[in-house]
């Protein structure tokens, strides 16, 4: 059996689709992160108030608060986790929007697992190299 990727990876899975949570819950469990889910994006922006997760996974069709307005919430703190961003809206326009708010990853629904979760462990990689380039830089 492969090594779980995603290991000590905190994600939070937001989606007002119950089977969609599940199936994502599920395939990043299998990883190895600790998951939580939400179905709503007001309940995602407190999720991330407090101690935000490392990666957020989030639907763009939301109820109370669209995922645009929980990215524009969710993203622009020092701490900010990363968000990969799942729709089923194919319009290039939503995805330059997402990007402007500082989107890391984009996906169109139906999003094949095995590329979510590869997408999800590459993001991290990144930012867990870009973390220790910056403590090296540091402490020379």
């Known amino acids: ?29 299998a990883e190895g992160a600790d998951v939580q889910t939400v179905d709503n994006g007001n309940a995602a922006v407190r999720a991330c108030a407090g101690e935000p997760p490392d990666l957020v ?25 990363l968000v990969i961003m799942v729709t089923a809206n194919e319009g290039k326009r939503h995805q330059a929007y997402a990007e402007s708010l500082g989107v890391d990853g984009y996906m169109q629904k139906p999003v094949p697992l095995g590329q979510l979760l590869n997408l999800a462990v590459e993001l991290i990689d990144k930012a867990d190299a870009e973390d220790e380039a910056a403590e090296q830089t540091a402490s020379e």
């Not at 996974?57 to 986790?81: C, H, T, W, Y």
């Open 1 to 29: 059996m492969p090594e779980p990727r995603l290991e000590e990876v905190r994600v939070l899975i937001v989606d007002d689709e119950r089977d969609v949570r599940e199936s994502l819950e599920a395939a990043f469990l």
């Open 57 to 81: 996974i989030l639907d763009m069709m939301l109820p109370g608060r669209s995922g645009f307005l929980a990215l524009e919430k969710i993203k622009g703190r020092d701490d900010s986790p």
